[in-house]
Structures are given as C-alpha cells and as structure tokens.
C-alpha cells in the first residue's frame, strides 16, 4: 500500500534526523529509488509483453523477463530497507528493527516462491512494533 510505504519513509527522515543518523535515511532513499526504477523497467516490460500479445510473438521470453526484473528490483530495495532497519536498531537500542531487518531480507529473497510475502508481513509487524515502543521511550 503506497500510503503506508509513504508514512513509513517519513518516520524514517524524522528518526534519521532525531538520531543524527544519516543512514536511516539514505538507505530509506536508495530503496525508494530502487523501486521507482524497476517500476519504470517493469512498465516498459509491460508494454513489450503488450506489443507482443497483438503481433502474437512468444510472451515467454518476455513475461520470464518481467519476473525476473521484479524480483532483482525487490532484492535491492530489500536490501536497502533492511539496512535502513539495522541502522535504526542500532541508533534506537529497539530490537524489533533488527527483527524486521532479518524479515524484510528474508522475505524478499524468498518472494520469488511466495513464502516471501508471509516473512514480509512479520517485517511489517515488527517494524510496527518498533514504532510503537520508540513512542513509549519518550
């Protein structure tokens, strides 16, 4: 959901600056970068799988391509957020980031064989979690 992944950047900018840690938010920023490149690559994927289907050329070459793309374009945004999660644990002293970290990894890698999604929404918990506590330590 586009709404939460904004709302989620945001808290991360925020903690990176109450922290002093510019690493929260350049890792947040490359992951955010990773994604709208590969939506970019992925459209034009789109409209070649498109183009194809009125010519009728084979969508196999093509749709394995798409694929593949997304998830090299999830693996290095999960990459990055990872990151930015590590470095927030490690500024917070809050080890639900760390927890989310290692899903978020995890989940990313293994999205290719949908076991991933399931790691991803414990990612999301954990960060949610982390949020939470960060708010009760003030």
Do not use: C
């Amino acid at each position: 959901d586009v709404a939460g992944a904004v709302l989620i950047l945001l808290a991360l900018r925020r903690l990176s600056k109450a922290y002093g840690n510019d690493a929260i938010w350049v890792n947040a920023r490359k992951a955010l970068l990773a994604v709208v490149l590969g939506l970019v690559i992925i459209g034009i994927i789109i409209g070649v799988i498109i183009s194809e289907l009125y010519t009728s050329a084979n969508l196999v070459p093509s749709s394995t391509i798409g694929f593949y793309t997304s998830w090299v374009v999830a693996i290095i945004s999960g990459k990055y957020i990872s990151d930015a999660y590590d470095e927030l644990a490690e500024s917070s002293g809050v080890n639900d980031f760390n927890n989310a970290a290692k899903r978020s990894w995890w989940g990313v890698l293994l999205l290719g064989i949908a076991v991933g999604i399931i790691f991803l929404i414990f990612a999301n918990i954990h960060a949610l979690l982390g949020f939470r506590r960060l708010k009760n330590m003030q």
